[in-house]
């Protein structure tokens, strides 16, 4: 295959990823492919973080307040992604939730959300909500500590989508993440995260000037990331399709903290 037909194949890929991903609008008239869809999915998180950092300076030039806007933010968060993800943290909940390992994916196939799911889902949106708030008052740097959150947070949440992805079995033959996991290419499927991760890390020394606030979140998102698709796998076995978004979103929240605390400390 040529070059040119390479990169017509990779655009309609990664248009594909935001159709499957995301609820951004794209024409129906664009063609599109989903398939090895998921070694986009940090592209798209990237895509997410400008709209969050465009959406929330729109709000501080309307004069929103602190917490306002963190909420607004949020709710444009989900909004952007449908609740995909959101919905994975739920089922999730609920499966972990069952004592017994042989009826878990059986209660995160119902469509009914339980207890526990209400309340991991209520508790991920209250985390995400308080440590914006927090990080409104850190602008030691050129760009804010909010900022960098809200563009970096999408980003590391989809990269450990995709470490789970690659790493760890996949628990149904059929289901909304089966084919992500069966279409994955390793190594070359690593190359679209780590070049966002490596882009951003690099606008983030220049825009920044501090050095150990961008290898703390560096080292730290990474960490993050495959930490919580290994906790997940351990407790599971391995990963459904209702993982991989509750990988996503617990990414995201825990991102959204190392901020605050590195901010502090560098």
């Not at 444009?76 to 999730?92: I, K, P, R, S």
Request: proline share 3%; aromatic share 12%; hydrophobic share 50%.
């Amino acid at each position: 295959m040529g070059l040119g037909r390479k990169l017509v194949k990779g655009l309609k890929g990664l248009i594909g990823a935001l159709v499957f991903y995301t609820r951004l609008p794209v024409s129906e008239k664009i063609p599109y492919e989903i398939d090895r869809i998921g070694r986009f999915a940090p592209v798209v998180g990237l895509l997410l973080g400008i709209c969050l950092v465009i959406g929330n300076r729109g709000l501080e030039w309307l004069g929103i307040g602190s917490f306002s806007r963190a909420v607004l933010l949020v709710c444009l968060w989900c909004l952007l992604t449908g609740g995909l993800h959101l919905d994975g943290v739920m089922d999730t909940a609920d499966g972990l939730a069952v004592q017994n390992p042989q009826l878990r994916l059986r209660v995160m196939q119902d469509s009914q959300t339980g207890a526990f799911g209400v309340m991991a889902g209520g508790l991920l949106i209250l985390l995400k909500v308080a440590f914006l708030t927090d990080l409104e008052y850190s602008n030691t740097f050129i760009y804010s500590s909010r900022f960098w959150a809200l563009l970096l947070a999408p980003v590391w949440g989809r990269w450990g989508q995709v470490l789970a992805i690659a790493l760890y079995p996949y628990l149904r033959p059929t289901g909304k993440g089966a084919f992500l996991k069966a279409e994955m290419q390793l190594p070359i499927d690593f190359l679209w995260g780590a070049g966002c991760l490596i882009l951003l890390t690099g606008l983030q020394i220049w825009g920044t000037g501090n050095l150990p606030f961008t290898l703390g979140l560096f080292l730290g998102g990474g960490s993050i990331a495959s930490g919580v698709g290994y906790w997940f796998y351990k407790r599971l076995g391995g990963h459904t399709g209702d993982s991989y978004g509750a990988v996503v979103e617990w990414t995201e929240a825990a991102f959204l903290g190392l901020v605050l605390v590195v901010d502090r400390f560098t």
